[in-house]
């Protein structure tokens, strides 16, 4: 069956880095846009960036521009999210998600979710 595992998580200092995996299994991740979300407790699921599955284009929350970068390696089935220059508005439980083809900015069209790592931003 389809699966994508994050991993990563971590409580780390203001301006610190942290890289997150998310690993798939079961489908050829090739064919798969993956995105970055997160949640705050209180707050809706919001998008971090995506990477598409084709000429790997990338986009980005404004909030985290200049300081995340996304990328992927098909033949280890896993897409990064590198993190950092880290503020401790950027705490939340990180989750990937995988689509067809494309990104989307819609959190209702990707198929098939991770189960999250927690990202604490914290002296």
């Known amino acids: 069956q389809l699966q994508l595992v994050e991993s990563g998580g971590a409580l780390v200092q203001p301006g610190g880095s942290l890289r997150l995996p998310c690993a798939a299994a079961?489908?050829?991740?090739?064919?798969?846009?993956i995105g970055w979300f997160r949640q705050a407790p209180g707050k809706e699921r919001e998008g971090v960036s995506c990477?598409?599955?084709?000429?790997?284009?990338?986009n980005y929350a404004d909030s985290v521009k200049g300081r995340f970068a996304i990328s992927r390696d098909n033949a280890k089935a896993t897409v990064y999210l590198q993190m950092n220059s880290l503020k401790p508005e950027d705490t939340a439980v990180y989750y990937c998600?995988?689509?067809?083809?494309?990104?989307?900015?819609?959190?209702?069209?990707?198929?098939?979710w991770g189960q999250g790592t927690q990202v604490t931003v914290s002296s």
């Open positions: 998600a995988a689509r067809p083809n494309h990104c989307s900015d819609y959190v209702s069209l990707y198929n098939y």
């Open positions: 079961g489908f050829i991740l090739d064919y798969y846009a």
């Open positions: 990477i598409s599955h084709s000429d790997g284009s990338t």
